[in-house]
């Protein structure tokens, strides 16, 4: 069974904080009984007046209460909210670490703005709720008890009187509670809305300028943002109702104090002092009653986002090899099997994406895959990089079972270069070493391979030169080159190419097509896998596979495919009718 919220949080990560928390609680305490002690005093020295005694000691303890309670207050703020902001440092690292290791599949159902919103605006109000909150349920509960005993010290009667309204209070406000935490979930959400909004027209915001549609984008965040408005004065006006009871039941709490204590005092039960520093007391307490609205708020808030935290922290991991699985072998290509290979991304599809796919693929060679838009070339690739799962049995990798293949090393035995290359706004150096260090040699080797030197020398600064948000400043051939030098760089054992020559003229094809058949000829060279819709791409790889609708319908080297009927065969011919036309165009 899952722990309630904070339960877990106290577990989890404020339970390494205990003893700074344990001594900010005893410098907390002795805070509060400072502040009860100080009316006391003050009582002692209304009477000691009264009496014509000298007040020099009353004031000097009274001064030096009032100087410890400086000392001590701020030592419980630094042991109390410190440990808050490690809390956030720690649950913002748990949240992307991840983030990192969960699927495609995922982040397909899950909206940016939503995740951005709970690694953000949540983990704020959850550092505000050990920090803050934390502070002030310690202080509320002392701050309760001790006023409480010095009050029932001076007079039960009239602690009761005076307390009964603050009861009152207290119980009123509770249905305030259930109603914040309610609307604070739907605030958080809506919040996470707008970010996605933001988030998808900054990023689209030359489409957007394109087709004059800024309004429409306005409008809608204008939509977005009012919905969160209206849950946001909900809210206000739910805390503007909490306070103002608490604040009244402290008034009438006075009004109490007078209405018995006064003729107490008149009659001798109490002395003018003891009454005295029974109003101090009830003063002190009253301020508190105003803070336990906003810590009610904070605590409600910080339920609702720690709720949203632990549902992203607890989202299962799509990884049907366990925590360790079966280790990967390095060092050279690995032979794949596909078995009747079925896949839909969803269960409701009326047809899979691919269906009945069976074929062995020797270790070490460069095998083509073509087909229509539409034909599964990208989602096999996907498959085999652990993207997507298969069903057990389906894909056989060097005579294992894929899903058996333990998931982080299995990965880095990859180089995986995607139809839509994704470049941070980085060098070029950076970009393609990716998570290392650049080494200087690698890096000019990968650019060489990946025809990219004649490029740099056009840029300003060489590989040095900052690309951009996603790669802007390059042009199309450009980013897919600094994606397949990425690939290259890593040196791999599989390396998946999807598509990364759709942007690049013939010239360059050739040069890059030479230097992946020169990788995979050498001993213990890597298996590559390249999809193309141009076929002077694949004509000189080993095997092509050519896919449509989801299905295998032929497989072969070039030479023998385009000897025979087929869509590879009319593809081919229609490719080269048109490099024929377009040079005579040019001539």
């Known amino acids: 069974?899952?722990?309630?919220?904070?339960?877990?949080?106290?577990?989890?990560?404020?339970?390494?904080?205990?003893?700074?928390?344990?001594?900010?609680?005893?410098?907390?305490?002795?805070?509060?009984?400072?502040?009860?002690?100080?009316?006391?005093?003050?009582?002692?020295?209304?009477?000691?007046?009264?009496?014509?005694?000298?007040?020099?000691?009353?004031?000097?303890?009274?001064?030096?209460?009032?100087?410890?309670?400086?000392?001590?207050?701020?030592?419980?703020?630094?042991?109390i909210f410190n440990p808050g902001r490690h809390q956030e440092y720690l649950i913002r690292r748990d949240l992307f670490a991840k983030l990192m290791r969960l699927q495609p599949?995922?982040?397909?159902?899950?909206?940016?703005?939503?995740?951005?919103?709970?690694?953000?605006?949540?983990?704020?109000?959850?550092?505000?709720?050990?920090?803050f909150g934390g502070l002030q349920v310690l202080n509320v509960a002392m701050a309760l008890s001790l006023t409480g005993w010095k009050m029932f010290a001076l007079s039960p009667r009239l602690t009761?009187?005076?307390?009964?309204?603050?009861l009152g209070g207290v119980v009123a406000v509770q249905?305030?509670?259930?109603?914040?935490?309610?609307?604070?979930?739907?605030?958080?959400?809506?919040?996470?809305?707008?970010?996605?909004?933001?988030?998808g027209s900054l990023q689209g915001i030359a489409a957007i300028q394109g087709f004059v549609a800024e309004r429409a984008f306005v409008n809608r965040f204008e939509e977005r943002n009012q919905a969160w408005l209206k849950t946001g004065l909900q809210l206000a006006m739910v805390r503007a109702i909490a306070l103002p009871l608490l604040v009244l039941s402290g008034g009438i709490a006075m009004f109490a104090l007078i209405a018995v204590g006064g003729p107490m005092a008149i009659e001798g039960c109490l002395s003018v002092g003891e009454l005295a520093a029974f109003a101090a007391l009830l003063t002190v307490l009253l301020p508190v009653l105003r803070s336990m609205g906003w810590m009610l708020s904070v605590i409600a808030r910080g339920r609702a986002s720690l709720e949203r935290i632990f549902?992203?922290?607890?989202?299962?991991?799509?990884?049907?090899?366990?925590?360790?699985g079966f280790q990967v072998?390095?060092?050279?290509?690995?032979?794949?099997?596909?078995?009747?290979?079925?896949?839909?991304?969803?269960?409701?599809q009326e047809r899979p994406v691919l269906n009945d796919i069976s074929i062995d693929l020797p270790a070490?060679?460069?095998?083509?895959?073509?087909g229509r838009t539409g034909s599964g070339k990208s989602t096999l690739l996907r498959i085999l990089a652990r993207l997507h799962n298969p069903l057990p049995g389906m894909v056989v990798i060097d005579g294992e079972d894929l899903l058996s293949w333990d998931l982080g090393p299995w990965r880095k035995r990859l180089a995986v270069v995607p139809q839509r290359p994704f470049l941070f706004s980085d060098t070029i150096a950076a970009n393609i070493a990716l998570e290392r260090e650049p080494d200087d040699a690698e890096v000019a080797r990968a650019v060489v391979a990946a025809a990219l030197k004649p490029d740099l020398q056009a840029l300003p600064n060489d590989l040095e030169t900052v690309v951009g948000e996603r790669g802007i400043m390059l042009s199309g051939g450009q980013r897919q080159r600094v994606a397949l030098a990425r690939g290259l760089y890593r040196d791999g054992d599989l390396l998946i190419l999807d598509d990364v020559l759709s942007a690049v003229d013939h010239a360059t094809e050739a040069s890059l097509i030479k230097s992946l058949t020169e990788l995979t000829r050498g001993e213990g060279g890597p298996t590559v896998l390249i999809a193309s819709h141009r076929l002077s791409a694949l004509r000189h790889t080993d095997i092509v596979v050519v896919l449509d609708r989801g299905r295998l319908v032929d497989s072969g080297p070039h030479d023998e495919l385009i000897r025979r009927p087929g869509i590879y065969r009319d593809t081919w011919l229609a490719q080269q009718a048109g490099a024929f036309h377009s040079e005579e165009a040019v001539s």
């Open 1 to 79: 069974m899952r722990a309630k919220p904070i339960p877990r949080l106290l577990r989890d990560y404020s339970r390494r904080y205990r003893w700074s928390y344990l001594s900010g609680a005893i410098f907390l305490l002795l805070t509060n009984y400072l502040t009860v002690s100080i009316p006391g005093e003050i009582g002692h020295a209304i009477d000691a007046l009264r009496a014509g005694q000298s007040l020099v000691r009353y004031v000097a303890i009274i001064a030096i209460m009032g100087v410890a309670i400086v000392v001590v207050r701020t030592l419980s703020r630094i042991l």
């Open 105 to 131: 599949s995922f982040f397909a159902t899950t909206t940016r703005g939503d995740v951005v919103s709970r690694a953000s605006n949540d983990v704020t109000w959850v550092r505000t709720l050990v920090g």
């Open 160 to 166: 009761v009187a005076a307390l009964l309204p603050v």
């Open 175 to 199: 249905w305030a509670i259930r109603r914040v935490f309610v609307l604070s979930r739907t605030a958080q959400e809506q919040l996470g809305e707008i970010s996605e909004h933001v988030l």
């Open 311 to 324: 549902a992203l922290l607890d989202t299962p991991e799509d990884r049907p090899e366990g925590e360790v």
């Open 329 to 348: 072998a390095a060092g050279r290509g690995p032979a794949i099997s596909l078995r009747g290979l079925e896949f839909a991304y969803d269960e409701k």
């Open 364 to 370: 070490g060679v460069m095998v083509g895959l073509f």
